[in-house]
Every structure is written in structure tokens, then in C-alpha cells.
């Protein structure tokens, strides 16, 4: 059981089709052993990867000091994704909006953990593929 539930809204990002997914956040001053539940609403698409075991990515600051850089990793409990009722219109017809729902307990005390649909992937991230791919003798010539 959660010590404390937050109900967050997805806003669909600049020229979609409002099919957005993808989400990142950060919450700070933690307490060590704390449950929290998120419940992410206002998706539109009617299935999510988190329905097949696909788990939360999770960055804790703490963490990575403790465990000499380790960076992000796959977590959370009780993550589930359904539709909740809402509707986007008032017709009989209208599709409805979803939730994403998952539980996190917090590892340590004042800590700041960031929360992501999949990890980032970096500026720095693409420069150091486009460096090792250019590096690479063999797919030079076709990069």
C-alpha cells in the first residue's frame, strides 16, 4: 500500500496527433522506505507497452554516487495502464483518456529521482555513437 498517491496530466507535445506517451519528471526531498503511487492521466492510445511487462525507468541521484555511476535502470511495482473513464468530449461516441499507474519506494532520504517512459538519450549520448561509429573502419565508408 502507498503511503501517498499524486494524480499527474500528460499534455500532448506541439504538432501530434495527441498519441504522446513519453514522459519525464523528477521528485525531490524523498523519504527513505516511503511508497509513493503516480497515476499519469490524459493518453489517448488504448494499449501501452506497460501492459506487457514493460517496467518504469528510474535515475536515482543517491544511486548512482552509491553504486559508482549507475546510471539508469528498469523499476517500480504494480504498474498497470487503462482506460479511466474520462472522456475527451461529451459525445456518446468520443474515445476516452487513459491512466498509467505505477508505485515506487524510495530508496533513500533526500534523495532526487527522475521517472521516464524510457531512458534519455543524450546529446552527449549521440556524439559518442556518431565518434565510435566514425571510429570504426569498417563503417566509416558507409556513415
Known amino acids: 500500500m502507498s503511503d501517498v498517491e499524486y494524480n499527474l496530466l500528460m ?7 495527441g498519441h504522446t506517451q513519453w514522459f519525464f519528471f523528477q521528485v525531490k526531498n524523498t523519504r527513505k522506505n516511503n511508497t509513493v ?7 489517448t492510445k488504448a494499449d501501452s507497452l506497460f501492459n506487457y511487462g ?9 544511486r548512482a554516487d552509491e553504486e559508482n555511476g549507475e546510471s539508469w535502470y528498469k523499476g ?33 532520504d533526500d534523495d532526487v529521482v527522475y521517472f521516464a517512459y524510457a531512458f534519455p538519450y543524450t546529446y552527449s549520448d549521440l ?3 556518431l565518434f565510435e561509429i566514425e571510429s570504426d573502419s569498417a563503417r566509416r565508408p558507409i556513415f
Open 11 to 17: 499534455q500532448n507535445d506541439v504538432n501530434t496527433n
Open 37 to 43: 503511487k503516480f497515476n499519469i492521466m490524459n493518453f
Open 54 to 62: 514493460m517496467k518504469i525507468s528510474v535515475y536515482s541521484q543517491k
Open 76 to 108: 517500480c511495482d504494480k504498474i498497470s495502464y487503462y482506460s479511466n473513464g474520462i472522456k475527451k468530449d461529451n459525445h456518446y461516441y468520443s474515445k476516452g483518456y487513459y491512466t498509467a499507474s505505477f508505485e515506487y519506494k524510495f530508496l533513500y
Open 127 to 129: 556524439m559518442q555513437d
